[in-house]
């Protein structure tokens, strides 16, 4: 849904979330991930240069969910936005996927090998995560804040099993939403070679 400006893309971004439960009290709905918003990278206009890292987070979310595979429970998804956002380049669907770590329920991996790849993509070792390009690992547990969601992930391990993965609240640490699967991305605002969103849509978009 391509709207005239931020502002009437909001509203509409609210109503259509209603519409389709995702705002329902107990934040659970089978199309509750379903509904995106692609804002502008730019805190206000373009030309001030002023880069916003939460929009920057909202952009990434919805290039990773087109790159990915749809789950069978959500064949759709709906995006909203305005031309000004649609007009800025973004990272070439190679770069993304060549960039891209994911990770599943039950999944065997070493604990070590994930976080070796965490670092080469540019993440920072801590001891919690806050922001996003952070992971932290406590025992068998590995907390990590990917550039392709609003929450960090908590993945528990079972020795090389993934147990299971969560994300979670950075303020009080407390568990949101059970994920099956989860796609880990770096920050990829700053790669030269760029493409224009439109190119990531598939071809019976409407």
Known sequence: F?????DEAG???????QMMGRLSADGTS????????????YRRAIKYAQKDPASELLRTEVLTRLSSHLSPSTSYLYIVSFPEALAEMVVTRKNLDSRMLTLEQGQTVEVDEVCEKLRAFGFREVDYVYEPGQFALRG?????????HE???RIDF???????IRTFEVENQLSKERREKVDIVP??????EK???????PKDTI
């Open 30 to 41: 089978s199309q509750a991930e379903s509904v995106l918003v692609f804002p502008s990278s």
């Open 187 to 192: 920050e990829m605002a700053n790669t030269e």
């Open 151 to 153: 929450y960090p992930f």
């Open 11 to 17: 509203y509409f971004y609210h109503d259509l979330c």
């Open 158 to 164: 079972f020795g090389d099993d993934i147990d299971s």
């Open 2 to 6: 391509v709207l005239q400006d931020a």
């Open 140 to 148: 068998s547990i590995l907390d990590v804040f990917s550039f392709s």
């Open 195 to 201: 493409e224009s969103v439109l190119t990531f849509l």
